[in-house]
């Protein structure tokens, strides 16, 4: 069976400092890859999606960035932390089975920026 | 631009009774609609989906209804129990594209 990890669930950074969040999973092949966050009282806002190894794509214009060095590990990153990056990072997965495009979420990184 | 929009940002219910939650899209392009639930500090989880082609899907439960010339879904929770307070996302992507929009999510309190 599929499953997808994501660590750490907690994270607490000062200002300015570096962001490496880790995402794999296990029991599929060639997934599509996503980073979302849910900042505080919005929806889910999707940031990088991944169809291959070393393929990014961004959303948004951001302070972070992603990297896919392996099929089944997707890396959320930033140089430099903003107050406005905290917020609560999901990473999910995805294969394009049929007419079924749902993705499968990791259980999340709450983070906070002080 | 939000293409999906949840404009109910909490719903209050009555254990037993039936809830609803309503979603407008403006992509016309959208022909597949998903409604996620998601606990406090874990991931969204899949929940029921429709196709363009269907105007009802049914899961037990909970139903999903889609009016295409109005750019609205509902998800129905018949009969509604504590264990389904959370908070409710619905999503839609358009044929051929992976990428999902989701709207900002609806919270839903069952009472006792």
């Known amino acids: 069976s599929q499953t997808i990890h994501q660590w750490p669930a907690t994270l607490v950074q000062p200002v300015g400092s570096p962001l490496s969040l880790e995402c794999t999973v296990e029991?599929?092949?060639?997934?599509?890859l996503y980073w979302y966050r849910q900042a505080a009282g919005r929806g889910l806002q999707l940031l990088f999606y991944s169809v291959g190894i070393g393929q990014i794509s961004s959303e948004v214009p951001q302070n972070l960035s992603a990297s896919r060095p392996q099929d089944r590990q997707f890396i959320l990153s930033s140089k430099k932390l903003l107050l406005s990056d905290s917020g609560f990072y999901l990473c999910a997965w995805s294969v394009m089975a049929g007419r079924n495009y749902g993705y499968t979420f990791g259980s999340g990184t709450r983070l906070t920026v002080v | 631009d939000q293409q999906v929009k949840q404009n109910s940002p909490s719903l209050s219910v009555q254990e037993g009774r039936i809830s609803i939650l309503n979603c407008d899209y403006t992509?016309?392009?959208?022909?597949?609609f998903l409604w996620y639930k998601k606990y406090p500090a874990e991931g969204p989880t899949f929940l029921i989906s429709i196709s363009s082609i269907k105007d009802k899907n049914e899961d037990g439960r909970f139903t999903v209804f889609l009016n295409k010339s109005a750019k609205h879904l509902s998800l129905h929770i018949v009969p509604s129990q504590p264990g389904d307070s959370a908070v409710y996302f619905c999503?839609?992507?358009?044929?051929?594209?992976?990428?999902?929009?989701f709207g900002a999510g609806t919270t839903v309190t069952v009472r006792a």
């Open positions: 992509n016309s392009m959208f022909d597949y």
């Open positions: 029991g599929t092949s060639n997934p599509n």
């Open positions: 999503a839609a992507s358009v044929v051929d594209d992976y990428k999902l929009s």
